[in-house]
């Protein structure tokens, strides 16, 4: 990840390759925010505006040469929309579109606005979100990415402040990790390397990794990722990962779908789009890092995050629609249908994780299609239980993420019945998200509970914008992260 400074110093003076200034887009035309550019240069791009594309909407980035009259080569401008510069979206989105937009500049100055430490939190993490690059396959060409950003803000001394861009290194730190797993090659990234993964990202962090194997999975009664696994050569692994406060304030455990290949098994999905389905661990990928992130910033809140992990494929040992299986805690599930097998190693993660009397517990997974088909590929969904959704709303809103509140009604329960088991893996095709959601809630007991759906946000096979990069995009860290702080 690229290194970020703040500093205190006039931006425009300072030598680097190329000066990031926002542009708000005002009814008197696109209005440059926060610094004053020599009054040659602001006459000529306020002249040429037009000509230049220039109009300070959202996502838009112009790059244009400085011709000397500051420290940097280029002057690169980067749309705010409308939006106050209170907006801390609006300025993560800025920073990232730019950032994203200069691939190849090592050295890089970031000049908006970032007077308070909310400001420059939001912009320290917008300019890293947006500066990843995947290149771990790529055997040619430049594998160049942006190195050193510099981060102009009037309050740099401050405590705050810094506090405040300390906490977004720490924060775009776990979402780039989170978009590497997501973006790894499932030849590669296989449940027990996965776990492997988890132990060397955890090392220094205080977090402890604990791994699961088949055997253990099997004496533990973990009916749900021992027959999901069944059917690749590469067994299931639960893991996990635990930071543990002296005296915390609060108990909160995380369990992440983490299905590092799904072909649908028996019920094998289409061949077109397949290859994304790399990214049906994101939920685990998220899990793994919000803990870790949580144990670097050192907060008083425990986290337990448990990353349900299978390869899920078709083969002569794979489980069979109609076979019965028993999760973890003894509930028999009939499965109708082996491509809805997320919610059977969740169901294993859940059982795992209430056993241990949490206050609250969240799941994250790719889930359903049926998430895309209601909220389209860049707001996910939350249900469960009424407070703990209205606390992930919060945070979602708080972190920058979309996420929409869902029902869980009562009429579809009885789609999950099953004629020779306590329930059926599917239910009816109408409202196939929220039944999804009702079939996690049976293993959940008592416990304080919301199920986020991922499925779009998780990964973004079409263009990129703002700080989201085409790939895996670490949706989900951020909102978990200010959930369990939330919980301080």
Not at 177 to 194: G, K
Not at 220 to 229: A, R
Not at 276 to 296: I, P
């Amino acid at each position: 990840m690229a290194e970020l400074t703040l500093t205190g110093k006039d931006p425009l003076s300072l030598q680097a390759d190329a000066l990031v200034v926002a542009v708000a887009s005002t009814d008197d035309g696109p209005q440059v925010l926060d610094v004053e550019l020599p009054a040659a240069l602001l006459a000529s791009l306020t002249s040429s505006a037009k000509v230049l594309g220039l109009s300070g909407a959202a996502d838009e980035v112009v790059r244009v040469p400085s011709l000397g009259a500051v420290g940097a080569p280029v002057l690169v401008l980067t749309g705010v929309g409308k939006a106050s510069t209170d907006d801390a979206e609006a300025l993560r989105r800025a920073a990232g579109a730019a950032l994203r937009s200069l691939a190849g500049a090592q050295h890089v100055v970031v000049a908006l606005p970032a007077a308070t430490p909310e400001q420059a939190a939001a912009v320290a993490e917008g300019a890293l979100l947006g500066a990843y690059t995947f290149t771990t396959y790529q055997t040619s060409g430049e594998k160049t990415s942006t190195a050193k950003i510099d981060l102009a803000s009037t309050s740099a001394r401050s405590k705050s402040t810094k506090e405040a861009v300390e906490r977004a290194v720490v924060v775009a730190d776990a979402v780039n990790a989170t978009r590497d797993l997501v973006n790894a090659a499932p030849n590669d990234l296989f449940p027990a390397a996965f776990a492997d993964a988890a132990k060397a990202a955890a090392k220094g962090t205080g977090a402890k990794v604990t791994v699961l194997d088949e055997k253990a999975l099997e004496a533990g009664g973990y009916g749900g990722l021992i027959n999901v696994g069944k059917g690749s050569a590469r067994g299931p692994r639960l893991v996990k990962v635990a930071y543990s406060p002296a005296r915390p304030a609060a108990r909160v455990a995380i369990v992440g779908k983490g299905i590092t290949f799904d072909s649908g098994g028996i019920s094998i999905k289409p061949a077109a789009g397949m290859e994304e389905m790399k990214s049906d661990m994101a939920g685990a990928a998220a899990v793994l890092h919000t803990v870790l992130a949580a144990a670097r910033l050192g907060g008083p809140v425990a986290v337990t995050g448990w990353l349900c992990l299978a390869e899920n494929m078709p083969s002569g040992t794979a489980q069979r629609p109609s076979d019965v299986i028993t999760i973890r805690g003894g509930k028999t599930v009939e499965v109708l249908n082996t491509d809805a097998e997320g919610r059977l190693v969740l169901a294993d993660g859940l059982v795992a994780a209430t056993e241990e009397k949490p206050d609250v517990v969240l799941d994250i997974a790719t889930l359903t299609g049926a998430q895309i088909v209601a909220l389209g590929n860049r707001v996910s969904a939350v249900m469960g239980s009424d407070d703990v959704r209205e606390e992930v709303l919060a945070g979602a809103r708080a972190a920058g993420e979309s996420f929409w509140p869902m029902p869980l009604p009562e009429d579809l329960r009885p789609g999950l019945d099953s004629k020779v088991a306590d329930l059926a893996n599917i239910g009816g095709r109408p409202g196939g998200m929220l039944s999804a959601g009702l079939f996690l809630k049976e293993f959940v007991g008592d416990t304080p509970w919301a199920h986020l759906d991922i499925a779009g946000p998780a990964f973004n096979a079409s263009s990129a914008h703002g700080y989201t990069p085409v790939g895996g995009t670490g949706h989900g860290v951020r909102t978990l992260l200010a959930v369990v702080e939330g919980r301080a």
